[in-house]
């Protein structure tokens, strides 16, 4: 399996980018499919999973201003970001995964990321 992050940029504090990732080896929707963020000095945090049947969650830093989906026509999941802050600065991964009860695992394989950089 291989995921490809893009669309990541430089934006003003209050605007918007839309992230995408193509997954290469597999289908997008037999998983649980997330996104995380890692920022300088910090631990990589999830931030939204999308199930197969289309159920979505979102951390309560992004909730409201992250919106996870998957399009299947083209084997991706997209986060669109709005209302965006200078802390939503950081390196934004895609993963495949699981749930296990209320628990989600992410896979052990990271593909490369792409850079967030908001400015104030």
């Known amino acids: 399996v291989q995921l490809q992050a893009s669309g990541g940029g430089l934006v003003q504090a209050g605007g918007s980018l839309r992230l995408s990732c193509v997954a290469s080896?597999?289908?997008?929707?037999?998983?649980?499919m997330s996104w995380h963020r890692q920022a300088p000095g910090k631990q990589r945090e999830l931030l939204a999973t999308?199930?197969?049947?289309?159920?979505?969650e979102y951390v309560d830093s992004v909730k409201g201003r992250f919106t996870i989906s998957i399009d299947n026509a083209k084997n991706t999941v997209c986060l669109q970001m709005d209302s965006l802050k200078p802390d939503d600065t950081a390196v934004y991964y895609c993963?495949?995964?699981?749930?296990?009860?209320?628990?989600?695992?992410?896979?052990?394989?990271w593909g490369q990321g792409t850079q967030v950089t908001v400015s104030s």
């Open positions: 999308i199930r197969s049947g289309g159920r979505t």
């Open positions: 993963n495949t995964g699981e749930y296990r009860g209320i628990y989600y695992y992410p896979s052990r394989s």
């Open positions: 080896g597999t289908t997008v929707s037999s998983y649980a």
